[in-house]
C-alpha cells in the first residue's frame, strides 16, 4: 500500500525552510515500491519531483504535482581487495553518515567531503564537491530507475558526464531518472588532499602531528561549522551560484583592476573566479532585507532568518545577478535548483 498524501507540506523538508505545498506527496524505501508507485494513473499523469534531503532546492511558488521522497536505505559491499573496497549505496542514506561510516572503516577518498547535507542520492547529481574533492572520483556506478518506464538501468562513471557541479541527471536527463542506488570505489591506503582552503591551518590549530581520516575528517567540520549556517538554525541551500569559469581576457581585465581577486587556473585558457567574492565587491555580503538575506560569513549563500517566501529569495538572486553582470560583465549561474 502506499501512503500517498494530498496537499503536502513541504517545509520540514527543505533546508531553506520555505514553506511550500505540493499536491501529493508519497515516500518510498525500496525499488519494487517505485515501480509501482509510478505505474498508478495518478501518480504517472502528474508533474514529478524526487526529494532527497531538499538542501539543494528553492521552491518559489507550490508544487502542482507528486514529491516523491527517496528513503532508500543500507551500505552494502559489493567487493574487497586489499587496497580497495566498493560498496552499493542506498540513495535514501544521508550522506555525511555515509561520509562517517568509511572515516570509521578507514575508507579514504571521501573524507574532504564531510557535512555537506543531503542525501547519497543527490550526490551524483550536482557532482558535489568540496575542497579540492568531487564525488566523481569515488563513484563507478549510478543505477537508477526511469521515470517514464519504470524500467531499472544504470550509468557507469565515464556515462554520467560529470563536470563541474553538474551531470547528465541535472542536464540532458534531469528529471527523467530516480537515482536508487550509488557505487563508491574507495582506496585502503591514505592519499590525503589537505592544500585546499583551510583545512591545513586547522589542523594545526588542532595540534595534529600524524595525519590520519578522523582528524582530516573533523578539521573539515570545524571549518564549515564555523563558516557556514547551520539550516535547522537558519534557512539556506549552501552556495547558491557556482563560481564563474571565464576566458583568459576576462581574467587579465578583472586582476588589472583588482589585483587581489582570487583566481584559479583551470586551463590554459581559463580561469575560475570565486563567485563569493565577486557578489562581495558589489556589497550584497551580510545584508539583511525583511527576513532573508546574504550571509556574514559567504556571499554564496543566501539565507532564511525565518518567513521568507521562495519567491522573495528568488528575487534577491535575480538582483545578485543583475549587480554581478553590471559590475563585472559576468553572468553567475545558480546551483541551486530551483522549482
Ligand atoms: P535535494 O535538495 O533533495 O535535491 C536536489 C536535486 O536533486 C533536485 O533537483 C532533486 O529532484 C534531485 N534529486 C535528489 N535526489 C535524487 C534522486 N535520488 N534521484 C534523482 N534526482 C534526485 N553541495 C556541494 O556540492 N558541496 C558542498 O560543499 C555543499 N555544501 C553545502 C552546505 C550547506 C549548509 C547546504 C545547505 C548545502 C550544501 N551543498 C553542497 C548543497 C547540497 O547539500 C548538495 O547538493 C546535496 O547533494 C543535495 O542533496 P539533497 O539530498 O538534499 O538533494
Ligand atoms: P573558500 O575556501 O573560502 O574558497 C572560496 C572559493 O575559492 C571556493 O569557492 C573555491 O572553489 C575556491 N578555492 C579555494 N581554494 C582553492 C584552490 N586551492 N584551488 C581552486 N579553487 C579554490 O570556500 P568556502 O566557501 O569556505 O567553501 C569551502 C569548500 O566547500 C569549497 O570547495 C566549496 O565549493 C565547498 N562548499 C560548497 C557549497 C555548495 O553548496 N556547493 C557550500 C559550502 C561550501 P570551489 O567551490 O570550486 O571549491
Redesign the pocket.
Known amino acids: 500500500m502506499h501512503n500517498i498524501q494530498a496537499n503536502y507540506n513541504l517545509k520540514e523538508l ?2 531553506f525552510g520555505i514553506e511550500a505545498f505540493s499536491k501529493y506527496f508519497c515516500s518510498f524505501d525500496n525499488t519494487d515500491q517505485l515501480k509501482e508507485l509510478l505505474q498508478l494513473n495518478n501518480v504517472r499523469n502528474e508533474e514529478k ?9 528553492l521552491f518559489t511558488k507550490n508544487f502542482e504535482g507528486i514529491v516523491l521522497k ?1 528513503d532508500i536505505p543500507n551500505i552494502d559491499l559489493v567487493s574487497e581487495d586489499a587496497n580497495e573496497i566498493t560498496l552499493k549505496v542506498g ?1 535514501g542514506v544521508n ?1 555525511h553518515e555515509f561520509v562517517m561510516y568509511c572515516v570509521n572503516n578507514k575508507y579514504y577518498g571521501i573524507e574532504n ?1 564531510s557535512l ?4 547519497v ?3 551524483p ?6 575542497y579540492g574533492v568531487e564525488v566523481k572520483n569515488v563513484i563507478t556506478l549510478v543505477e ?1 530507475i526511469e521515470i517514464t518506464s519504470g524500467e531499472t538501468t544504470s550509468f557507469k562513471n565515464n556515462e554520467c558526464s560529470f563536470d563541474y ?1 553538474s551531470s547528465i ?2 542536464t540532458t536527463h534531469k ?1 527523467q ?4 542506488y550509488v557505487h563508491f570505489k574507495l582506496s585502503k591506503q591514505p592519499d590525503f588532499n589537505i592544500s585546499y582552503g583551510a583545512i591545513a591551518s586547522e589542523l594545526e590549530k588542532m595540534k595534529v602531528q600524524e595525519l590520519n581520516i578522523k582528524d582530516i575528517s573533523q578539521a573539515v567540520i570545524n571549518i ?1 561549522s564555523n563558516k ?4 535547522k538554525e537558519i534557512g ?4 547558491f551560484f557556482k563560481n564563474p569559469v571565464v576566458k583568459n581576457d576576462i581574467v587579465e581585465a578583472i586582476s588589472k583592476e583588482f589585483p587581489e581577486a582570487p583566481i584559479y587556473k583551470v586551463n590554459d585558457n581559463e580561469s575560475k573566479l570565486a563567485a563569493g567574492w565577486l557578489i562581495e565587491q558589489c556589497g550584497w555580503k551580510g545584508k539583511q532585507i525583511k527576513n532573508y538575506g546574504v550571509h556574514a560569513k559567504q556571499a554564496l ?1 543566501l539565507v532564511n532568518y525565518g518567513g521568507a517566501t521562495g519567491k522573495e529569495i528568488y528575487d534577491l538572486s535575480e538582483s545578485i545577478l543583475q549587480s554581478v553582470k553590471e559590475k563585472f560583465d559576468i553572468e553567475l549561474e545558480r546551483e541551486v ?1 530551483i522549482y
Not at 539556506?236 to 552556495?239: P, Q
Open positions: 527543505n533546508t519531483l524526487i526529494l532527497g534531503g531538499g538542501s539543494n532546492l527517496n540513495a550522506w567531503l555537506i547535507p543531503g542525501s542520492g543527490a550526490a547529481m550536482q557532482n558535489i564537491g568540496a537508477a557541479r541527471f541535472k528529471n531518472f530516480v537515482i536508487s564549515r557556514l549556517p547551520n539550516p539556506n541551500a549552501g552556495s549563500v535548483n
